[in-house]
């Protein structure tokens, strides 16, 4: 069942880092950055199950805001706002 | 294993599977609207799901889980929001089949009050 | 002042969420963050106060959680769908969606809803018009748009927040 399920994230990330690299455009790069940030921060909170760290849950939490305000960044600048 | 468990393994499978097929909708679809469409709500679904299923497989874990979860339920449609606005601002338009299809065309620098 | 007291809860309850602990030292940090922090924001916060809490809200905000829940799962399974599909059955545009609601936070929660449920995502929202991005554009008679897209949102929207 793990092996599953790490088999799902890594095609997904890879689908995903796919579409960054290819990307005709910034905003299509973005996008797959937001993207990979979800995968990650669910990511994250699977691997503190699979080790029992419960540390990793507070990284992912930080990981979480921190893409958001970032992606929000990205965003703003390509709009021509910052 | 408790009903909670099962019901968290079944959380978690969903999840992930949400997970791969929004990527992979991010890979196949043809403009960035579409493709924000099946990575906004495919991937937050999965990480909802993800996320959740880890705190019930964990009890003890639940409350911040949660906390995670409500937050990307709210974060994650208004960055996709921003993404598209900025997007027809630089100029990239939606693929339509055909030519009227576009309500947003003309008026997307009327709000420039902020 | 109700509005105040509203505030500080809901902080002091995400603080409990970050800890998860009841040792007296992280429940007086808690308290005091909270404080200071609801000194600077009350205001701009909420509209509503502790009125936000009457049975009735609530009954409605339950509500919404199962509608939205299950707008989120139909969702997911259409995006699946369309993915899947080696044609990949879409038919794109941007529509123009006249909202019924007042107040900003209502349509803040109105915008998030359309993104997450089926086939929509909300580009802008200017005045009491979102403009929306419709993966499969069945209709352009604004009721019908009105009537496919959010009006289950709405109603219940309008309960909680006029």
Redesign the interface.
């Given at each position: 069942m793990t092996i599953f399920y790490l088999i799902m994230i890594a095609l997904a990330i890879i689908f995903a880092a796919a579409r960054g690299l290819l990307g005709p455009t910034a905003s299509d790069r973005i996008v797959a950055l937001d993207s990979l940030t979800t995968i990650t921060t669910a990511g994250l909170v699977l691997l503190a199950f699979f080790f029992q760290r419960y540390i990793y849950v507070d990284v992912s939490?930080v990981y979480g805001v921190l893409s958001f305000v970032g992606v929000l960044t990205l965003a703003r600048y390509m709009e021509g706002g910052l | 294993m408790s009903v909670l468990t099962y019901l968290g393994y079944a959380m978690v499978t969903v999840g992930v599977i949400?997970l791969f097929?929004?990527a992979?909708?991010i890979f196949?679809?043809?403009?960035v609207?579409?493709r924000?469409?099946?990575g906004?709500?495919?991937t937050?679904?999965g990480a909802l799901g993800t996320i959740l299923g880890v705190g019930l497989l964990q009890p003890?874990w639940f409350?911040?889980t949660?906390?995670i979860a409500i937050f990307i339920?709210?974060s994650n449609?208004?960055s996709?929001?921003a993404l598209?606005?900025g997007s027809?601002k630089i100029g990239i338009k939606?693929?339509?089949?055909?030519d009227d299809?576009?309500?947003?065309?003309g008026?997307?620098t009327?709000?420039e009050e902020e | 002042m109700s509005r105040f007291i509203f505030t500080f809860a809901v902080y002091f309850l995400?603080w409990?969420?970050?800890t998860?602990s009841f040792d007296p030292q992280e429940l007086i940090a808690g308290a005091v963050l909270s404080l200071i922090i609801t000194f600077f924001s009350y205001k701009s916060f909420t509209d509503l106060g502790l009125s936000f809490l009457n049975p009735k809200r609530l009954f409605n905000i339950v509500k919404y959680m199962f509608v939205f829940i299950i707008a989120?799962?139909k969702?997911?399974f259409d995006?699946?769908k369309?993915?899947?599909n080696p044609k990949?059955p879409?038919?794109?545009?941007?529509?123009?969606y006249k909202t019924k609601l007042k107040s900003d936070t209502a349509k803040v929660f109105l915008?998030?809803s359309i993104?997450?449920t089926p086939?929509?995502?909300?580009?802008?929202v200017?005045g009491d018009t979102l403009?929306i991005?419709w993966?499969d554009?069945i209709t352009?008679d604004p009721q019908k748009i009105y009537s496919e897209i959010g009006e289950q949102f709405e109603v219940i929207l309008k309960e909680i927040f006029e």
């Open positions: 939490l | 949400f097929l929004g992979l909708g196949r679809m043809p403009d609207y579409n924000l469409q099946a906004t709500k495919a937050t679904l003890e409350w911040k949660l906390i339920a709210i449609p208004i996709s929001h598209a606005r027809y939606p693929i339509t089949k055909e299809m576009d309500a947003y065309a008026v997307e009327e709000n | 995400i409990m969420g970050f998860t989120l799962f969702a997911n995006v699946a369309r993915v899947i990949l879409i038919n794109p545009g941007i529509v123009a915008a998030n993104t997450l086939g929509t995502l909300t580009v802008d200017i403009y991005h993966i554009v352009k």
